[in-house]
């Protein structure tokens, strides 16, 4: 439980600071004593303002880093960047395997697909007036037009939801896309 000073609720122990940092209560001591982070005396106490302390040791870690990667010679800096570009290229390629395989989909390819299925529940929606017309003009009331209606309208929206997932559209969609496909034949 954290212990907070009644007249000043922000300040904490040199236990509460280490437990924050993840240090040990000798290192947060070091580091006031480096003059690094900032306290306040109570007794022989140590007393922390929370927040300024943990932005303060934040700024402590930026700078060393900062530091750090000056005193890189430009040939470390030159192997850094080679390493960080073949992470990124590995990255790239372990994304197109893993759309190969059809378990990444681009956002693309899920918009042509999405597209294409509402575009096909339009087209079936505005088909109901014809394929109903002749059938609500015979009914003898309008609550039979009505149910005549709702029928055509729960066919649509049953074969929608009998709609399964088919990996084979995408994996066609990546060949196109990657322009593996020649007309309808693979190169």
Known sequence: MIELDIEKPNFVSTIIVAKFLNLSDERVR???????????KDGRKNKYDLIPTVNTYIEYWKAKA??????MSDEQR?????ADWKEAKAAIEG?????LKGSLHSSDDVFAVTQDMVMNI?????AIPGMCAVDCANAKT????SGIIRDAINNILNGLTEYEYNPEKYKKLVRERETWLVGDHEE
Do not use: F, H, S, W
Request: charged share 40%; aromatic share 2%; glycine share 2%.
């Open 142 to 145: 309008p609550a039979e037009a």
């Open 78 to 82: 030159k192997i850094k960047a080679d």
């Open 95 to 99: 994304m197109k395997r893993d759309e």
């Open 30 to 40: 070091q580091m006031t004593d480096e003059g690094y982070l900032v306290c306040e």
């Open 122 to 126: 339009r087209a079936e929606l505005l």
């Open 66 to 71: 900062k530091m750090i990667e000056q005193n």
